[in-house]
């Protein structure tokens, strides 16, 4: 089943709801089918603090919100992160590391994400499929027949409805990741040469060109603020506007 989103199913759907008399309009902006963003980028590219960001943002508006992450989200996927993050899985190779990102994300969307999203809440996560794209698929030279199978059994029809991809100069997201994580050393995919950041910064850029309906691509070179501000932006307009969430006493009349 798929959750995708797009703005007039979302509307509509929204309308019928509130035209039954179910939704709490007044308190909680309830959405029908939810609203699936994911957050998408090089390492130290501040996809956290934004997320976090919006996350408060939309709360002060009423919604309800999920945070979550990848490797991770669900209890089954954390177990398996510790083997992904801390390099415990690379002597098997690449393909094995690959089908543990996907064995994770499977636990993940249907434990945590498409229940979430049938409750009407939104949910942002930060890195999902387009991570395992880039690193195992690109820079990880794996077959794009084997990581599109992959891909379709593990999300199974739960695509996002919105990618935030924040983009910045490898060398400037690594330097940045390297200085808040000094005390620890740099995790599996970290330690990996900047050339190699590099070629994912460009295959990030690339999924964005290619699929430009979910995509959009964000300056993250830029201060804290302005990219937040241009991140719910991004977000609203997959919303329904404010005059259209509260319902008077004679639409419901009639
Ligand atoms: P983490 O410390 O959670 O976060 P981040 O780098 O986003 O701040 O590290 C997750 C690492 O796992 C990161 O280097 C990207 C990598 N990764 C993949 O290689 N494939 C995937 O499918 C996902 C979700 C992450």
């Known amino acids: 089943m798929t959750i995708a989103c797009r703005d007039s199913s979302f509307r509509e759907a929204d309308r019928l709801n509130r035209n039954h008399g179910y939704a709490d309009l007044e308190e909680h902006v309830s959405l029908t089918k939810g609203l699936f963003v994911t957050f998408e980028g090089g390492e130290g590219a501040g996809k956290s603090t934004q997320m976090r960001l919006l996350a408060d943002s939309l709360r002060a508006r009423g919604h309800d919100v999920l945070t979550t992450r990848e490797p991770g989200g669900s209890t089954g996927a954390e177990a398996v992160r510790h083997v992904l993050l801390s390099g415990a899985a690379e002597a098997y190779g690449v393909r094995m590391e690959a089908i543990l990102f996907a064995a994770a994300r499977s636990d993940h969307v249907e434990q ?143």
Request: proline share 5%; glycine share 4%.
């Open 112 to 254: 945590v994400i498409r229940p979430a999203l049938e409750r009407g809440t939104i949910v942002l996560c930060d890195r999902f499929m387009d991570s395992s794209r880039v690193y195992q698929g690109i820079t990880g030279n794996l077959e794009q027949a084997f990581m599109e199978t992959l891909e379709r059994v593990a999300v199974n029809g739960v695509i996002p409805d919105r990618t935030i991809i924040f983009d910045l100069p490898a060398a400037i997201g690594l330097e940045r990741a390297r200085r808040r994580a000094a005390d620890e050393r740099p995790d599996r995919f970290e330690k990996e040469q900047l050339e190699t950041h590099e070629k994912r910064r460009e295959a990030f850029l690339d999924i964005a060109e290619a699929d430009p309906e979910r995509c959009r691509v964000v300056d993250a070179t830029r201060p804290v603020d302005e990219i937040s501000a241009e991140v719910l932006s991004l977000v609203e307009a997959l919303l329904p506007r404010e005059d259209e969430s509260h319902t008077s006493t004679a639409e419901v009349a009639s």
